[in-house]
């Protein structure tokens, strides 16, 4: 029988069905629309996914712009410092994606800058599934595996949670 | 091989033309490689046409069996006359050739690193994905600038480069100037060389590194040391200020929204370091590490779809309103 090649060509399929290996380049991927100002985030119906919740790299991407954009400043690598550690699983503002997205984009009382305009919508949400990675909430299968930076902490692929 | 005299070896391209050609050297880094490449390819094409000839001697020479008759053995139970021979000549001719090329070499490189660098211009060359940045460093940092993706020289100074690299491994290579050298994240290697003929020279990035590799070019601009030093305190002074309205919009714009998130416009509150700084943009010739032409329309374009002239770039698309692409393409024209 043939079955290496069949096998091979079976994960060829699968690979190619994969949405963890999409890479999308411009803004207009399906997803949510931004879920509205800050006052409403409680009366958001539902549980808004977010769009690259399982796309490696766009969590990657997200990773990438956790530096740019200098969050690390305040949340060290997730761990917390000026800014309340994202490594945990407390939420002080709710671990929805949609809040997590409201966190970032408008921002929290506390010393949380508002980037909503500042940085593109479809970033936060690359940001906002990295936010969750690091906590150890996506799949390791998705998860940023490699540092282009010393990092203390476990990779994100090795992180409890799911 | 180091008597030679490498001016015999300079060449210019026609002025005005781009050039990217390792058998045009304008330097003497460059000289000294083609110094050796040649006499390596005339050495080498000698070899080989010595052995088509005697390979073609031998079959011509040989005798033909019949198609049918047993396969002849013969030459298993007394040897060949004179293949000790033949053999022995061909390893020691291939010995001296290759030891003569050795030579050759080690001769090259001692010539490349003795290239004379006193009282160089440094510039540190930071690889990212995918563009250059350029730091001309001075003793006195006031004197300090930066500025992307276009490399303007000295004509007749040294120039040791500083390289280092953001993210990944790249590697330059400016082929009318000198070899390629590789950019390693947290390992600082140098690249000296000096162009002695004024010209405009291609770069390119020789190591690939991600999506955008094929578009991470450079243009090398070595001119006169009077037209560098004008060109270099125009790209010390900070930004002017723009004088049309509809230029000030895109300033308020470029400011308020994302751009200055990434890009530094020195003068102006717009100080981030991820992306190549603008703040002498309009001066470039071509735009996104020589991707496209510096023309309205394609700076136009790019602002809201860089991702359709260079997919998978670090910059996102942005779904500005044509007004204010067009007053960001003002403010960026101002910047000269
Ligand atoms: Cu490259």
Known sequence: MRCPELACLALIVCLAGCERETRHFTADVPGPAYPGPRAQTGTVAGRAENPYARNAYAVNEGKRLFRWYNCNGCHAEGGGGMGVPLMDAEWRYGDRPVDVFTSIHDGRPDGMPAFGGRVTDDQIWRLAAYVRAIEGRVASATAPNRDDSLQEAKPETRRAGQ | ?336
């Not at chain 2, 480069?161 to 990944?168: I, S």
């Not at chain 2, 001119?223 to 790209?235: I, K, L, N, V, Y």
């Not at chain 2, 308020?252 to 929204?257: K, P, S, V, Y």
């Not at chain 2, 996102?316 to 393409?329: C, F, G, I, K, W």
Request: proline share 6%; net charge neutral.
């Open chain 2, 1 to 336: 091989m180091s008597g030679l005299p490498l001016a015999a070896f300079l060449d210019t391209p026609p002025l005005g033309e781009l050039s990217q050609d390792a058998l045009r050297a304008a330097g003497p880094q460059a000289a000294a490689t083609l110094a050796l490449w040649w006499p390596t390819l005339a050495l080498c094409s000698a070899v080989l046409l010595g052995i088509l000839i005697a390979l073609g001697y031998a079959l011509a020479t040989s005798g033909r069996a019949v198609r049918s008759a047993p396969g002849d053995l013969s030459s298993l139970a007394n040897r060949e006359p004179g293949l000790v021979r033949a053999v022995s000549v061909g390893v020691a001719l291939s010995t001296v050739a290759l030891l003569g090329l050795v030579a050759a070499s080690a001769a090259t490189d001692r010539k490349l690193a003795s290239l004379d660098t006193a009282g160089a211009l440094q510039v540190h060359v930071i690889a990212h994905q995918w563009w250059w940045e350029f730091e001309y460093l001075d003793a006195d940092v006031t004197r300090r600038f930066v500025t992307a993706n276009e490399l303007h020289l000295p004509v007749g100074r040294a120039v040791e480069l500083v390289l280092d690299a953001d993210d990944v491994i790249h590697s330059l290579w400016i082929p009318n100037l000198a070899g390629k050298r590789d950019l390693i994240p947290g390992h600082t290697q140098t690249l000296r060389l000096r162009a002695d003929r004024a010209g405009v020279y291609r770069g390119q990035c020789a190591e690939y590194c991600g999506y955008q590799h094929a578009n991470m070019a450079l243009r090398v601009v070595a001119e006169e040391p009077g037209a560098f030093t004008a060109w270099a305190d125009r790209m010390r002074a900070p930004a002017a200020a723009p004088a049309t309205p509809l230029a000030q919009q895109g300033r308020a714009i470029f400011e308020n929204g994302t751009c200055a998130m990434c890009h530094t416009v020195s003068g102006t509150p717009a100080a981030a370091k991820h992306a190549p700084d603008l703040t002498h943009l309009a001066s470039r010739r071509r735009l996104a590490a020589e991707t496209l032409e510096n023309t309205h329309d394609l700076l136009a374009r790019w602002i809201s779809r860089p991702n359709a002239l260079k997919p998978g770039v670090y910059m996102p698309d942005q779904a500005y309103s044509e007004s204010d692409v067009q007053a960001l393409t003002a403010y960026l024209e101002t910047l000269k």
